[in-house]
């Protein structure tokens, strides 16, 4: 079964299927006073809470459900972590890597590629590992999570660890109502047009042909996919920034979410988690001085235009001065008042 996926995913490779789920890459330059602006304008589909642990703190439409996209992955990354304290999952558990591309569809927008490339596994066809039986370890799949955002590697963590732990570990660190989303099912819905079980897909060659036979009938767009994002998995800006905030107290979350970020003087680690899918773009993100002040903030943004999208990198930077700078604070606040 699996070889057959295999040979499907080389057969039409990832090419076009993968601006599906948007990368940020060749970032246009604007700057922060563009996203104010933005703000400004389209309040009702921002949420937002910022808390620079100082007590400047901004809270709009704090509880209002928008799309999380790859920001909810931190929940997968706090069951990790919890898994690993409770001696479920050892970090160094050996994972072959055709088990963690069997939940591969290529539609992540080159995420599981460069994962691939980062952990030094060849790949001929620039889509899979030559190797289905190349070990690599369970650190290395929640590695690949957060540095790239890879899918595989985060419904691989949700069938491991289990839905219920996920959930427990999500209000355990502030955010009982996160989502659990099977992202490849939602994928699958997208292209099939219908729910379908992610097992049975797994394990039914007809359903993976009929779902690659379907690849021709995507919406090619940006546009033509925001419709289907908007549906996606979602949740608060107030819940994510808990959680955020959380997990800057375990070591294992903190490593990952904080590994290669560079610090500003007087600050000791940058943890972020951010997200992107047609329309929408999140940020988490948390800042830690040397003198012990967390500073966290969570931004959903909706209804992106494609050239706003494109200057997805300036939001994030503005999104973390804002915890740096209480001027970039102020003027956040305002563009939101």
């Known amino acids: 079964m699996l070889l057959t996926r295999r040979h499907l995913l080389c057969a039409w490779g990832a090419a076009g299927a993968a601006t599906l789920l948007p990368a940020t890459?060749?970032?246009?330059?604007?700057?922060?006073?563009?996203?104010?602006?933005w703000f400004r304008a389209n309040r009702r589909h921002v949420a937002a809470v910022v808390d620079d642990g100082r007590g400047g703190r901004v809270a709009?439409?704090?509880?209002?459900?928008?799309?999380?996209?790859?920001?909810?992955?931190?929940?997968?990354l706090a069951g990790y972590s919890a898994a690993l304290?409770?001696?479920?999952?050892?970090?160094?558990?050996?994972?072959?890597?055709?088990?963690?591309?069997?939940?591969?569809?290529?539609?992540?927008?080159?995420?599981?590629?460069?994962?691939?490339?980062?952990?030094?596994?060849?790949?001929?066809?620039?889509?899979?590992?030559?190797?289905?039986?190349?070990?690599?370890?369970l650190d290395d799949l929640v590695a690949s999570m957060i540095r790239f955002s890879d899918n595989a590697a985060t419904?691989?963590?949700?069938?491991?660890?289990?839905?219920?732990?996920?959930?427990?570990?999500?209000?355990?660190?502030?955010?009982?109502?996160?989502?659990?989303?099977?992202?490849?099912?939602?994928?699958?819905?997208?292209?099939?047009?219908?729910?379908?079980?992610?097992?049975?897909?797994?394990?039914?060659?007809?359903?993976?042909?009929?779902?690659?036979?379907?690849?021709?009938?995507?919406?090619?767009?940006?546009?033509?996919?925001r419709p289907w994002a908007r549906t996606t998995w979602a949740g608060t800006a107030a819940g994510l920034n808990r959680a955020h905030r959380s997990l800057t107290s375990d070591e294992v979350a903190r490593t990952h979410l904080e590994r290669g970020r560079p610090t500003p003087p007087g600050v000791v680690?940058?943890?972020?988690?951010?997200?992107?899918?047609?329309?929408?773009?999140?940020?988490?993100?948390?800042?830690?001085?040397?003198d012990g002040r967390v500073g966290s903030a969570a931004v959903l943004v909706r209804e992106v235009d494609e050239q706003r999208f494109a200057t997805s990198g300036e939001l994030v930077s503005l999104v973390r001065q804002t915890l740096?700078?209480?001027?970039a604070l102020r003027r956040f606040q305002v563009s939101l008042s």
């Open 85 to 137: 304290r409770a001696g479920l999952v050892r970090a160094d558990e050996p994972v072959r890597v055709g088990d963690w591309e069997q939940y591969y569809l290529g539609l992540d927008g080159g995420a599981h590629p460069a994962s691939l490339r980062a952990l030094g596994i060849r790949s001929t066809n620039g889509v899979t590992a030559d190797d289905p039986d190349h070990l690599v370890t």
């Open 324 to 327: 740096l700078d209480p001027a």
């Open 25 to 37: 890459t060749a970032q246009a330059r604007t700057g922060p006073d563009d996203w104010l602006a």
């Open 60 to 76: 709009h439409r704090p509880h209002e459900p928008q799309p999380l996209a790859s920001a909810v992955k931190v929940v997968h």
């Open 269 to 290: 680690g940058v943890g972020f988690k951010g997200g992107s899918l047609a329309g929408i773009l999140t940020v988490g993100t948390t800042v830690r001085w040397a």
């Open 155 to 225: 419904d691989f963590l949700r069938y491991r660890l289990g839905e219920g732990l996920l959930r427990a570990a999500a209000a355990r660190h502030g955010w009982p109502t996160a989502p659990v989303p099977e992202i490849l099912g939602e994928v699958l819905a997208f292209i099939l047009g219908r729910r379908v079980d992610v097992r049975r897909y797994l394990e039914d060659p007809r359903l993976q042909l009929e779902v690659v036979g379907k690849f021709p009938d995507l919406p090619a767009t940006y546009d033509g996919q």
